[in-house]
């Protein structure tokens, strides 16, 4: 008997008819013989709410007391999909992220996964149960308090759960068919996957693609799970992503995987910063301190008349207000004119692993934006990847462009989106 580990995102529980389309899609991997886990997300929009709520009665809410009201998203999509799989006669229990031992540091908001433990699953597995674990969330394993894994962190339990339980596959099921050369949402010519390699697909995560999680993808590529990313709606074949294609997964042979955007982002620009050693570690080192995560740095030229610099950055809009507070109060520390933010900013970004060995892509890319008429603001690369920054209102034909210019849109059918709202 295999085990399968079953992710639904929130839009495919969106409301009742929804839970009860999915617990059919979980009794018929049951009925094929398989013992099945499945993790839930909340319902539809339910976590924007609740931080949208939280932010009603508090501006900073302490993050112990956010994460112990976002898990509750999840607590009512587990309890629910488990009764409309019992109410098809089939038994199932429900579990919170704590009771499937899924142990975490005590980072609040954004809590890593330190260790699964995951006896109680397997205990409902063996009794024959169809087990329901909460996504999202696990608990701390220091102070015992509950955390949540950050947005999104849903696919991050479903692939922690697959490698503590040895699992043969995890299956991401989400609104749209699988992994395209861009978001369908943006672009309708967008192409589906047929298999694409963990190295490519943490970038296109990482920069913004989220139809996957980076760290789901990260720790899916450490213990070596295959995932399989499908939609709930249609009985269609996905993306598989893996290490090495498998049977009659199809490997295309193009330089670019695909475009990603983001506009999740905003850009603190610290002005007039005296350009001598020290003063950037003395930024960023406070911005650490803050627990902020940054992505892109620029470090300007500085004026000779002056000796001063403009050091940017980009980090997400969730944390504008904790970085910029965080340097105001070292401001005397540190020694700057001033703060500039700007959350009017996207990212684009070109992942393909056959740009190592591609002279020109890099030229290619800048030529399509500007094309377009895109004023780029910033840039960083890795290996196969290129992002630049421009302004969030550009974003759409930016994509657009790019995946033109590559050669990426679809000469067949259109992206069906089947779901959710693209929040
Ligand atoms: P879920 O609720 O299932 O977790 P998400 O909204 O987190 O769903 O992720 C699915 C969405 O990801 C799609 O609806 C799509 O708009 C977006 N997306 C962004 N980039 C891509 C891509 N390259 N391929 C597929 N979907 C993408
Ligand atoms: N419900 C959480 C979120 O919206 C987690 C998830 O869906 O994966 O971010
Ligand atoms: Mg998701």
Same mark, same amino acid.
């Not at 995951?118 to 696990?138: C, K, M, S, Y």
């Given at each position: 008997m295999g085990l399968v580990v079953q992710k639904y995102g929130g839009s495919s529980v969106s409301d009742a008819e929804g839970i009860k389309r999915v617990a059919k899609r979980i009794v018929d991997a049951k009925k094929n013989g398989n013992q099945v886990v499945v993790v839930v997300s909340a319902m539809g929009d339910t976590t924007d709410e609740l931080i949208d709520l939280a932010g009603q009665v508090s501006p900073i809410p302490a993050g112990r007391e956010f994460d112990m009201l976002l898990t509750a998203g999840e607590r009512i999509s587990m309890a629910l999909l488990a009764m409309a799989i019992k109410n098809l006669g089939h038994e199932a229990q429900s579990f919170t992220g704590s009771q499937a031992g899924v142990i975490t540091d005590s980072v609040h908001n954004k809590a890593r996964i330190? @260790?699964?433990?995951?006896g109680r699953i397997r205990t409902a597995l063996d009794e024959g149960n169809i087990a329901i674990v909460a996504g999202f969330q696990g608990v701390s394993q220091d102070k015992k308090d509950i955390t949540t894994l950050g947005r999104g962190g849903s696919d991050t339990t479903a692939v922690a759960l697959a490698a503590a339980l040895d699992a043969e596959v995890c299956e991401i099921y989400t609104d749209v068919d699988g992994v395209f050369t861009a978001d369908p949402r943006v672009v309708t010519k967008a192409r589906k996957i047929d298999w694409i390699s963990f190295e490519d697909m943490l970038e296109l995560a990482a920069s913004?693609? $989220?139809?996957?999680l980076h760290r789901c993808v990260e720790y899916a590529r450490r213990y070596n799970i295959p995932i399989h990313v499908r939609s709930s709606f249609s009985g269609l074949r996905g993306t598989w992503v893996s290490n090495e294609p498998q049977g009659d997964q199809k490997v295309e042979h193009a330089i670019i995987s695909g475009v990603a955007h983001d506009v999740s982002e905003a850009k603190i620009t610290v002005v007039?910063?005296? @350009? $001598?050693?020290?003063e950037a570690a003395a930024i960023f080192r406070t911005i650490a301190n803050a627990e902020v995560n940054i992505d892109m740095v620029v470090q300007n030229v500085s004026a000779a008349s002056t000796g001063l610099t403009d050091i940017s950055f980009t980090l997400p809009k969730a944390e504008g207000r904790k970085a910029i507070d965080a340097l105001e109060r070292n401001r005397g520390t540190i020694g700057f004119e001033s703060l500039r933010y700007d959350d009017q900013i996207a990212k684009i970004s070109l992942v393909g692993a056959g740009m190592k060995t591609n002279p020109g892509v890099t030229a290619a890319f800048f030529e399509a934006l500007s094309d377009a008429g895109v004023n780029i603001e910033l840039i960083s690369t890795s290996e196969i990847r290129i992002s630049v920054v421009t302004r969030a209102d550009d974003v759409i034909e930016a994509v657009r462009a790019v995946h033109t210019a590559f050669g990426? @849109?679809? @000469?067949?059918d259109e992206a069906v989106v089947y779901g959710g709202t693209g929040r």
């Amino acid at each position: 008997m295999g085990l399968v580990v079953q992710k639904y995102g929130g839009s495919s529980v969106s409301d009742a008819e929804g839970i009860k389309r999915v617990a059919k899609r979980i009794v018929d991997a049951k009925k094929n013989g398989n013992q099945v886990v499945v993790v839930v997300s909340a319902m539809g929009d339910t976590t924007d709410e609740l931080i949208d709520l939280a932010g009603q009665v508090s501006p900073i809410p302490a993050g112990r007391e956010f994460d112990m009201l976002l898990t509750a998203g999840e607590r009512i999509s587990m309890a629910l999909l488990a009764m409309a799989i019992k109410n098809l006669g089939h038994e199932a229990q429900s579990f919170t992220g704590s009771q499937a031992g899924v142990i975490t540091d005590s980072v609040h908001n954004k809590a890593r996964i330190i @260790d699964v433990t995951p006896g109680r699953i397997r205990t409902a597995l063996d009794e024959g149960n169809i087990a329901i674990v909460a996504g999202f969330q696990g608990v701390s394993q220091d102070k015992k308090d509950i955390t949540t894994l950050g947005r999104g962190g849903s696919d991050t339990t479903a692939v922690a759960l697959a490698a503590a339980l040895d699992a043969e596959v995890c299956e991401i099921y989400t609104d749209v068919d699988g992994v395209f050369t861009a978001d369908p949402r943006v672009v309708t010519k967008a192409r589906k996957i047929d298999w694409i390699s963990f190295e490519d697909m943490l970038e296109l995560a990482a920069s913004g693609s $989220k139809v996957l999680l980076h760290r789901c993808v990260e720790y899916a590529r450490r213990y070596n799970i295959p995932i399989h990313v499908r939609s709930s709606f249609s009985g269609l074949r996905g993306t598989w992503v893996s290490n090495e294609p498998q049977g009659d997964q199809k490997v295309e042979h193009a330089i670019i995987s695909g475009v990603a955007h983001d506009v999740s982002e905003a850009k603190i620009t610290v002005v007039g910063v005296p @350009d $001598k050693p020290g003063e950037a570690a003395a930024i960023f080192r406070t911005i650490a301190n803050a627990e902020v995560n940054i992505d892109m740095v620029v470090q300007n030229v500085s004026a000779a008349s002056t000796g001063l610099t403009d050091i940017s950055f980009t980090l997400p809009k969730a944390e504008g207000r904790k970085a910029i507070d965080a340097l105001e109060r070292n401001r005397g520390t540190i020694g700057f004119e001033s703060l500039r933010y700007d959350d009017q900013i996207a990212k684009i970004s070109l992942v393909g692993a056959g740009m190592k060995t591609n002279p020109g892509v890099t030229a290619a890319f800048f030529e399509a934006l500007s094309d377009a008429g895109v004023n780029i603001e910033l840039i960083s690369t890795s290996e196969i990847r290129i992002s630049v920054v421009t302004r969030a209102d550009d974003v759409i034909e930016a994509v657009r462009a790019v995946h033109t210019a590559f050669g990426l @849109d679809s @000469d067949s059918d259109e992206a069906v989106v089947y779901g959710g709202t693209g929040r």
